[in-house]
T-cell receptor
Framework: GQQLNQSPQSMFIQEGEDVSMNCTSS?????WLWYKQDPGEGPVLLIA?????ELTSNGRLTAQFGITRKDSFLNISASIPSDVGIYFC???????????FGTGTRLKVLA | EPEVTQTPSHQVTQMGQEVILRCVPI?????FYWYRQILGQKVEFLVSFYNNEISEKSEIFDDQFSVERPDGSNFTLKIRSTKLEDSAMYFC??????????FGPGTRLTVT
């Protein structure tokens, strides 16, 4: 079945640094969603991407839908302590309403 | 800002018992979903629901699971006979179109 691999699995960064994480698969997806999850809470939608090559920003966050439709990346600029959490990508399987979630990237920001 | 709500926040049940997890999706949304997340793992799709019927389900969503939209506001997930391995966070999500899904805070199910 389809799988989404996220890298890195976890990362420590200094406050103020930029962060980049990505999500890759051997399968194509129609829509990419990026979520942030804090401990004990539900995922919060950050960015949605609909077309191959699309680049979308939401404040300090920028995400791109890979041209092959098999990958996506998320960048966070000038990280702050509240960026700490787990970031998940999710891809929509073509022809379905089903989303597959990635394995997650755990971000820790050092003040 | 409208949000998805879920009750209860934590449910403890004994193996073999039935549980019903409840969700109130965002009011103008038409697509509804259930996901689960075993502690420390990724979010797993269970089922999607549109126009009063299941549109997709995963292999996890076997005959022990069912969903229902009993009225215009609630969306429920029933597990008929719980197993230890059903212990997880269960998230409801909703969307206006089958794209941007908004998640609730989750119900932590503990099966003993």
């Amino acid at each position: 079945g389809q799988q989404l691999n996220q890298s890195p699995q976890s990362m420590f960064i200094q406050e103020g640094e930029d962060v980049s994480m990505n999500c890759t698969s051997s399968s194509i997806f129609n829509t990419w969603l990026w979520y942030k999850q804090d401990p004990g809470e539900g995922p919060v939608l950050l960015i949605a991407l609909y077309k191959a090559g699309e680049l979308t920003s939401n404040g300090r966050l920028t995400a791109q839908f890979g041209i092959t439709r098999k990958d996506s990346f998320l960048n966070i600029s000038a990280s702050i302590p509240s960026d700490v959490g787990i970031y998940f990508c999710a891809g929509q399987i073509p022809g379905t309403y089903k989303y597959i979630f990635g394995t997650g990237t755990r971000l820790k920001v050092l003040a | 800002e409208p949000e998805v709500t879920q009750t209860p926040s934590h449910q403890v049940t004994q193996m073999g018992q039935e549980v019903i997890l409840r969700c109130v999706p965002i009011s103008n949304h038409l697509y509804f979903y259930w996901y689960r997340q075993i502690l420390g793992q990724k979010v797993e799709f269970l089922v999607s629901f549109y126009n009063n019927e299941i549109s997709e389900k995963s292999e996890i969503f076997d005959d022990q699971f069912s969903v229902e939209r009993p009225d215009g506001s609630n969306f429920t997930l029933k597990i008929r006979s719980t197993k230890l391995e059903d212990s997880a966070m269960y998230f409801c999500a909703s969307s206006a179109l089958p794209y941007e899904q908004y998640f609730g805070p989750g119900t932590r199910l503990t099966v003993t």
